[in-house]
T-cell receptor, first 112, second 115 residues
Framework: GESVGLHLPTLSVQEGDNSIINCAYSNSASDYFIWYKQESGKGPQFIIDIRSNMDKRQGQRVTVLLNKTVKHLSLQIAATQPGDSAVYFCADYGGSQGNLIFGKGTKLSVKP | GAGVSQSPSNKVTEKGKDVELRCDPISGHTALYWYRQSLGQGLEFLIYFQGNSAPDKSGLPSDRFSAERTGGSVSTLTIQRTQQEDSAVYLC?????????????FGNGTRLTVT
């Protein structure tokens, strides 16, 4: 079956360093990927998305990289700040426009 | 603008009681989703409404769970005869479903505790 999973459940970085959060997916038909940030007590918040016809997309301090050959995507956060501390999820629709499938998440902790 | 609104934000109920959770999606969004999130876990899909089509109920864990969406807008998730394992955060999300995929926009959830 299709799945979206994460390589590391937790990540601890020093404030100011760059963070990289990885995600693997299994459905080769997946053509659209989303990264969400979830802070304690809140719902997931959209960060950035990427379509399968792109390898890279940049936002404000965030970059998503997509490697379709190995079915892997990553979220890079530049100059990580304490406010970036949260759980990060990758998600995709599995090639359809129906149910959005989430991985278990990576908890990012930023040390001052 | 206004985001997805869910109520109540917290609900404590006794085992065996019924509960209703409400979701007000973003105006104009055609698709509405319910997910469940247990402590420290990812999001588990429950049900999905798209326009006037029959809902995708494939994620509902048992027949004690049901949902409806009235007038293509507000949705209510009902859990009958609640069990302790139903304790979780129930998240609602909506999006405008057009020709291309788009992200879901989530509310802050209802934290359900069954005692």
């Amino acid at each position: 079956g299709e799945s979206v999973g994460l390589h590391l459940p937790t990540l601890s970085v020093q404030e100011g360093d760059n963070s990289i959060i990885n995600c693997a997916y299994s459905n080769s038909a997946s053509d659209y990927f989303i990264w969400y940030k979830q802070e304690s007590g809140k719902g997931p918040q959209f960060i950035i998305d990427i379509r399968s016809n792109m390898d890279k997309r940049q936002g404000q301090r965030v970059t998503v990289l997509l490697n379709k050959t190995v079915k892997h995507l990553s979220l890079q956060i530049a100059a990580t700040q304490p406010g970036d501390s949260a759980v990060y999820f990758c998600a995709d629709y599995g090639g359809s426009q129906g149910n959005l499938i989430f991985g278990k998440g990576t908890k990012l902790s930023v040390k001052p | 603008g206004a985001g997805v609104s869910q109520s109540p934000s917290n609900k404590v109920t006794e085992k065996g009681k019924d509960v209703e959770l409400r979701c007000d999606p973003i105006s104009g969004h055609t698709a509405l989703y319910w997910y469940r999130q247990s402590l420290g876990q990812g999001l588990e899909f429950l049900i999905y409404f798209q326009g006037n089509s029959a809902p995708d109920k494939s994620g509902l864990p048992s027949d004690r769970f049901s949902a409806e969406r009235t007038g293509g807008s507000v949705s209510t998730l009902t859990i009958q005869r609640t069990q302790q394992e139903d304790s979780a955060v129930y998240l609602c999300a909506s999006r405008y479903r057009g020709s291309f995929n788009s992200p879901l926009h989530f509310g802050n959830g209802t934290r359900l505790t069954v005692t």
